[in-house]
């Protein structure tokens, strides 16, 4: 028994879901290499030395990383190049499209402003945030945190970032404000509400790309050895992932005086059978490929094939079948409903492609319509 759904019975709603991922250098422990998390230190080289780049001298500071057995080499300069481009160049004034403004459009960022919140937090400040927070502001040294896109999916979830290094006396903790920008949780207060120390605590420390799994370490003072391991327990990054789910919700109504029918063996007489079953299943020739050679194939071999077991036996194996059409009294009766006890959703080939199980068996009643609501994710 089959019912199409009408359009207006479907209904599929986009649902984005997070999943928190840990890389760690941390004591005895480093999965960074099976993750694929690298940590590449960008130096800035003059001019001169930029131009000459080669694999050889001219090269500045190297590195090297084995992940999923291949060895990757890391070129400090052209590491710096790559992320002042990306992040810096256009944030800050002057540059090669404005020399008295900022022009956030130009940096590689789709969806987050170079700076987040362009607005003044604290009564007391005269300038935007940005300025005061000295947000996007860059030296001669990044330090970058890359994560593989396998393991942020979508995008890292904004606010979700938070490192914990080991590299000075005390342990530094890192967090992102949500809107692109890192700063040292032990001045929260003074970063969120725009009051630094007299010593400028409290300020931006980096930079985060959500869209590219870049997590970068400007702060060449305080913070210059983050990510470095240079200390005795190293350091550990976490993010949330994004994905992306789809659900799915049909409602299946069932008309009065409908589905009242059943095939369940149960109710036929004599528990026969209630499929037809065609001769030629029986009496021709089914060959299949053994070995080296081709064996024919039983009856009741192929009828365990295509027949829920154990269904099999209760058709004849050497002649065409024709199910019943006789059933037991008590289904004949005006009165008589069968109980719903699952749902089974159907392409437009019969094909069964998910399948609904209700907690408690609802009896289909001739004279009242149900309404059943399906709802899967993918």
């Given at each position: 028994?089959?019912?199409?759904?009408?359009?207006?019975?479907?209904?599929?709603?986009?649902?984005?879901?997070?999943?928190?991922?840990?890389?760690?250098?941390?004591?005895?422990?480093?999965?960074?290499?099976?993750?694929?998390?690298?940590?590449?230190?960008?130096?800035?080289?003059?001019?001169?030395?930029?131009?000459?780049?080669?694999?050889?001298?001219?090269?500045?500071?190297?590195?090297?990383?084995?992940?999923?057995?291949?060895?990757?080499?890391?070129?400090?300069?052209?590491?710096?190049?790559?992320?002042?481009?990306?992040?810096?160049?256009?944030?800050?004034?002057?540059?090669?499209?404005?020399?008295?403004?900022?022009?956030?459009?130009?940096?590689?960022?789709?969806?987050?402003?170079?700076?987040?919140?362009?607005?003044?937090?604290?009564?007391?400040?005269?300038?935007?945030?940005?300025?005061?927070?000295?947000?996007?502001?860059?030296?001669?040294?990044?330090?970058?945190?890359?994560?593989?896109?396998?393991?942020?999916?979508?995008?890292?979830?904004?606010?979700?970032?938070?490192?914990?290094?080991?590299?000075?006396?005390?342990?530094?903790?890192?967090?992102?404000?949500?809107?692109?920008?890192?700063?040292?949780?032990?001045?929260?207060?003074?970063?969120?509400?725009?009051?630094?120390?007299?010593?400028?605590?409290?300020?931006?420390?980096g930079v985060v790309n959500y869209d590219l799994g870049l997590v970068v370490i400007t702060d060449t003072g305080s913070y210059g050895t983050v990510g470095t391991g240079t200390g005795s327990n190293g350091w550990k990054l976490e993010w949330d992932s994004t994905k992306t789910i789809q659900e799915y919700e049909f409602t299946c109504i069932i008309p009065p005086f409908t589905f009242n029918r059943t095939r369940n063996i149960s109710v036929t007489a004599g528990r026969s059978g209630s499929m037809n079953i065609n001769a030629s299943v029986s009496t021709q020739d089914n060959y299949y490929w053994k070995g080296d050679s081709y064996v024919t194939q039983s009856a009741v071999k192929k009828l365990s094939a295509i027949l829920p077991s154990?269904?099999?036996?209760?058709?004849?194996?050497?002649?065409?079948?024709?199910?019943?059409?006789?059933?037991?009294?008590?289904?004949?009766?005006?009165?008589?409903?069968?109980?719903?006890?699952?749902?089974?959703?159907?392409?437009?080939?019969?094909?069964?492609?998910?399948?609904?199980?209700?907690?408690?068996?609802?009896?289909?009643?001739?004279?009242?319509?149900?309404?059943?609501?399906?709802?899967?994710?993918?």
């Amino acid at each position: 028994m089959f019912r199409d759904i009408d359009q207006d019975d479907k209904r599929v709603t986009p649902i984005k879901v997070h999943k928190r991922f840990v890389a760690q250098r941390f004591g005895v422990i480093d999965n960074t290499p099976y993750l694929g998390v690298m940590f590449v230190q960008g130096i800035k080289p003059t001019p001169t030395q930029l131009h000459q780049f080669d694999t050889g001298s001219n090269a500045g500071p190297t590195a090297s990383m084995v992940s999923g057995g291949v060895t990757y080499t890391k070129y400090s300069y052209l590491v710096w190049q790559q992320t002042y481009h990306m992040f810096f160049k256009y944030a800050n004034t002057p540059n090669d499209r404005g020399t008295t403004s900022p022009q956030p459009q130009f940096v590689f960022d789709k969806y987050h402003r170079p700076w987040g919140r362009n607005t003044i937090m604290s009564s007391s400040n005269t300038v935007p945030d940005y300025i005061t927070l000295r947000q996007r502001q860059f030296h001669n040294q990044f330090n970058v945190f890359s994560i593989p896109q396998r393991l942020y999916g979508e995008g890292i979830k904004t606010g979700s970032i938070e490192i914990t290094d080991h590299s000075t006396d005390n342990v530094i903790t890192i967090k992102d404000d949500g809107y692109g920008n890192l700063y040292d949780s032990a001045f929260e207060v003074n970063y969120l509400s725009g009051s630094l120390t007299n010593n400028s605590s409290g300020s931006a420390v980096g930079v985060v790309n959500y869209d590219l799994g870049l997590v970068v370490i400007t702060d060449t003072g305080s913070y210059g050895t983050v990510g470095t391991g240079t200390g005795s327990n190293g350091w550990k990054l976490e993010w949330d992932s994004t994905k992306t789910i789809q659900e799915y919700e049909f409602t299946c109504i069932i008309p009065p005086f409908t589905f009242n029918r059943t095939r369940n063996i149960s109710v036929t007489a004599g528990r026969s059978g209630s499929m037809n079953i065609n001769a030629s299943v029986s009496t021709q020739d089914n060959y299949y490929w053994k070995g080296d050679s081709y064996v024919t194939q039983s009856a009741v071999k192929k009828l365990s094939a295509i027949l829920p077991s154990p269904a099999e036996s209760m058709y004849n194996t050497s002649s065409a079948y024709v199910a019943t059409t006789d059933v037991q009294n008590f289904a004949t009766h005006s009165f008589f409903a069968p109980y719903v006890t699952s749902i089974g959703l159907y392409n437009d080939f019969n094909e069964l492609l998910a399948v609904a199980k209700i907690s408690k068996p609802v009896r289909n009643d001739p004279e009242l319509a149900l309404s059943f609501v399906v709802r899967f994710d993918i």
